[in-house]
């Protein structure tokens, strides 16, 4: 079975500062892997996505995201916050199959001060 | 790009009524839908899986008779609560994989604005 670990479910940042939201995943095959960005009562946004292209995945607004599979891990980073970076950030996996549904990680709240 | 409409955003209603929530994939085809819910600041549960022309499959606890799903047509599905209570009140999200359109990428999922439901 797939399933994805967030390891923290709190992370505090000062504007400017590097951003890491850290991310393991399961998976019985070769998964496909998501970053999504949730914002105070509003919809999903995708930030990005691997496929089993390249290992770094670039996204929008800056962030990343290395596919280390000796690690299973999947961390999004983000060399420098913003505030309006403060979100509900959401690791995702799909075993990538016609059909198969997006499981969920418990999410990590990102803070950024000033 | 491609995208996926929810409607009603906010709906209220009384204990033991029915609503319906509509799920449109506006400018791609969708075979399949999925629905989630959303508890405050908890992570998005799988709720079940919607195939276009065939019935729904559920996740492990979740009532079928109660959270009727119906994928009627490529472009729309919809989830209704039958017999609503206060502990229904919930963020319900859908999305959808898209296989024909304009404007989608092939094994990227997109997501609707979801739907606050209060049971009152």
């Known amino acids: 079975a797939q399933s994805v670990t967030q390891l923290d479910s709190h992370v505090s940042v000062s504007e400017g500062t590097p951003v890491l939201l850290r991310c393991n995943y399961s998976?019985?095959?070769?998964?496909?892997l998501f970053w999504y960005v949730q914002h105070p009562n509003k919809g999903l946004q995708l930030l990005l996505k691997?496929?089993?292209?390249?290992?770094l995945v670039k996204g929008i607004n800056g962030f990343e995201a290395e596919f280390k599979k000796s690690e299973t891990s999947f961390h999004l980073t983000k060399p420098s916050a913003h505030m309006s970076d403060a979100a509900e950030y959401f690791c995702v996996v799909s075993e990538g199959q016609a059909g198969t549904a997006l499981i969920f990680g418990k999410g990590t709240t990102l803070s950024v001060s000033s | 790009g491609a995208v996926v409409s929810q409607h009603p955003s906010w709906v209220i209603c009384k204990s033991g009524t029915s609503v319906k929530i509509e799920c449109r994939s506006l400018?791609?085809?969708?075979?399949?839908m999925f629905w989630y819910r959303q508890f405050p600041k908890q992570s998005l549960m799988l709720m079940a899986t919607?195939?276009?022309?065939?019935?729904?499959?559920?996740e492990q606890g979740v009532e079928k008779d109660k959270f009727l799903i119906n994928h009627a047509s490529l472009t729309l599905s919809t989830l209704t609560v039958t017999s609503a209570h206060p502990e229904d009140s919930s963020f319900y999200i859908c999305s959808a994989r898209g296989v024909g359109g304009p404007r989608f990428s092939v094994n990227t999922i997109y997501f609707g604005e979801g739907s606050w439901l209060t049971v009152v």
């Open positions: 919607s195939n276009e022309g065939s019935k729904a499959t559920y």
């Open positions: 998976s019985s095959y070769s998964p496909s």
């Open positions: 400018d791609f085809q969708a075979t399949t």
């Open positions: 691997y496929t089993s292209a390249a290992t």
